[in-house]
């Protein structure tokens, strides 16, 4: 378990593709004034190439890029900043892989939401490389995380708004505030 500290903490916001977790992300990064990091953008081109082909990633895809997340975390956490990166973490293995990246200091928010809402949020967007397509791998895929130390699991059928306000509750008696 995290410790319960006042110190800087790094936080993820997980979830398969459309759970909201760049817009989740952003507006908790808001609410607790951390910096906010667009997992996404850690990416290889490779990654993002393969995903707009619609091909799955693989676990060794997804190494390289846990590792770069990681290390943002690792600096960030290094200056005495709190981190909010949103990432997939869609498997129990790439979160443990992040946790040791930050020392132990790292809490999940899960974004928790039925495939029929996943699927209308990603129909909805415009301009992203991720086909709605591989939202079924993507759930595949997924080992919930619900249970396991720092993690906190918030419903997506909310706004934006009362999601982000529903995950900063649910992380405060954790200590991240
Ligand atoms: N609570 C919400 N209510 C309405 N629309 C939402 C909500 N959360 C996200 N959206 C919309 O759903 C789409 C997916 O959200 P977002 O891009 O934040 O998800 P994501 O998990 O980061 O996706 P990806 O991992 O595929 O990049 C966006 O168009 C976003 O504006
Ligand atoms: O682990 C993965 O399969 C990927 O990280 C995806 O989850 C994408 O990054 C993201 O969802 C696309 O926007």
């Not at 996404?40 to 846990?66: C, F, Y």
């Not at 973490?89 to 790292?106: D, S």
Request: net charge negative; proline share 5%; hydrophobic share 40%.
């Amino acid at each position: 378990m995290p410790e319960r500290t006042n110190r800087a903490h790094a936080i993820i916001v997980m979830g398969v593709s459309g759970s909201g977790k760049s817009s989740i992300g952003e507006k908790l990064a808001e609410a607790l004034s951390l910096r906010f990091i667009e997992g996404d953008q850690l990416h290889p081109a490779s990654n993002v190439e393969k995903m707009s082909k619609g091909i799955p990633l693989t676990d060794a895809d997804r190494m390289p890029w846990l590792d770069l997340i990681g290390e943002a975390m690792k600096a960030a956490l290094a200056k005495g900043d709190g981190v909010i990166v949103s990432c997939s973490a869609l498997k129990r293995i790439y979160r443990e892989r992040l946790r040791v990246a930050a020392g132990g200091n790292l809490f999940f928010v899960y974004l928790e939401g039925s495939k029929e809402l996943l699927s209308e949020r990603m129909g909805h967007r415009s301009g992203h490389f991720m086909p709605t397509s591989l939202l079924e791998s993507q759930l595949e895929t997924l080992e919930v995380p619900t249970g396991e130390p720092g993690v906190v699991t918030v419903d997506i059928d909310d706004t934006i708004e009362d999601i982000a306000e529903e995950a900063r509750k649910k992380l405060a008696p954790l200590g991240v505030a």
